[in-house]
């Protein structure tokens, strides 16, 4: 999946971002993608999603979702708990 995400991010623009973030309500989902864009190092500007969820609360979460798992503290500004390793295909 993060092949995909890394083509993906070649063809997404900031205005694309912005537009995101006026409807998509999941703020957990944008934790991850900002977490993810911010360590592929993309052209993208992952701080437009920081700053959308600074506007409100947000809460740790795991990077990959497991029902038995539950996130704890973290030390990263997204607050997501890197629960399994980022590898590319790429």
Known sequence: MLAISE???????????LDLLT????????????????SMQ???????????????QYFPVLLSPNGTEKPGSVDNKWKVV???KLESDL
């Not at 083509?7 to 971002?17: A, P, Q, R, V």
């Not at 993309?42 to 409100?56: F, V």
């Open 7 to 17: 083509e993906l991010s070649e063809e997404i623009t900031n205005s694309d971002l």
């Open 42 to 56: 993309t052209n993208i500007d992952h701080d437009l999603i920081l700053e959308h969820l600074k506007s409100g």
């Open 82 to 84: 890197v629960n399994i």
């Open 23 to 38: 409807w998509y309500p999941h703020r957990s989902t944008l934790q991850r993608l900002g977490f993810i864009l911010k």
